[in-house]
């Protein structure tokens, strides 16, 4: 693997070869196992990467323990609830005493069911995720949950996948009335809500081909204007702001953690010139890319 290169693990079994974790999935596209089980033969040090697959961590012990998304360091404490999202930087220092519980799952185990996943789920969304910390009763019920999901993950029988996805809703929806808790506006799934999640995950796919809010209005069927005032509503930010963001932060985490050089990225991120990326940079983060690099 060259120095530039960030790994991503597209499948369970691929990621857990890569940190030495004596496991395997037998379900596809769902995975639940005990933290505890990372002990002994897991590496205790992740160096960045990818995945493509969502996970939920569910920490009843964490001791030393230091998760990193993106350029972030997560703030555990308490009973924490955390999120990793397909397309995130993650990388981590484990404590040997880490206990609770991950469930990995992809999109498509839940397509049935929640076929606008990201709509039901904002938690979900690149743009909205964060590690929640949990009330002492919320943790207790967020584990009674795994403890269950897990035993039915043990118990091969003709409808295991359909029990397991129908709890794994479940339990994204008691997750999801943490996550309101904790937000300080309400949700109300309007057809103005309905375009700025869609055009969130739009930005996702395509901040770097088109910088531009006409683009993302084609796509959508509307005008440029509406798109802007509709997202504005609802995030308090202009979707200029919202691509630009998405750019600052792919830009922070190439920066970060590979070996290319400023023009290598700005070229990457689809700028006509390096000194074009370093100007937005500059702007967006008030220092320049080199200043960022060597902090």
Not at 45 to 51: K, L
Not at 225 to 253: M, P, W
Not at 272 to 283: G, I, L, N, S
Request: hydrophobic share 35%; charged share 25%; net charge neutral.
């Amino acid at each position: 693997m060259k120095k530039t290169d960030i790994p991503v693990f597209e499948t369970f079994n691929d990621f857990y070869q890569a940190i030495g974790f004596q496991h395997s999935s037998s379900i596809p596209d769902f995975d639940i196992w005990h933290a505890e089980s990372l002990e002994p033969s897991a590496t205790r040090c992740m160096a960045p990467y990818r995945q493509g697959f969502f996970q939920i961590g569910l920490l009843s012990e964490y001791g030393s323990t230091q998760f990193n998304l993106n350029t972030n360091t997560l703030n555990l404490g308490g009973y924490p609830l955390l999120f990793v999202i397909p397309g995130q930087i993650f990388s981590w220092v484990r404590d040997k005493d880490l206990a609770g519980f991950f469930i990995m799952f992809k999109k498509e185990f839940l397509g049935k069911s929640f076929p606008n996943l990201l709509d039901d789920f904002p938690f979900l969304k690149l743009t909205e995720n964060k590690d929640l910390v949990l009330t002492e009763e919320e943790h207790k019920t967020l584990l009674y949950d795994m403890k269950r999901i897990h035993s039915v993950s043990q118990n091969p029988h003709p409808y295991q996948e359909r029990m397991l996805e129908g709890m794994l809703g479940s339990l994204l929806y008691f997750c999801k009335a943490i996550f309101d808790r904790n937000k300080t506006t309400e949700y109300h799934l309007s057809r103005s809500q309905v375009i700025s999640n869609r055009f969130e995950v739009l930005v996702d796919k395509m901040y770097v081909d088109t910088k531009n809010v006409g683009d993302y209005a084609d796509k959508l069927n509307i005008t440029p204007n509406y798109l802007t005032t509709t997202v504005k509503k609802f995030t308090g930010k202009s979707a200029k702001d919202i691509i630009n963001e998405r750019l600052l932060l792919e830009s922070k985490n190439l920066l970060k953690y590979s070996g290319l050089d400023i023009a290598e990225i700005a070229y990457r991120l689809n700028f006509q010139e390096p000194t074009h990326f370093t100007r937005f940079f500059r702007k967006l983060s008030g220092i320049t890319p080199n200043q960022f690099r060597k902090q």
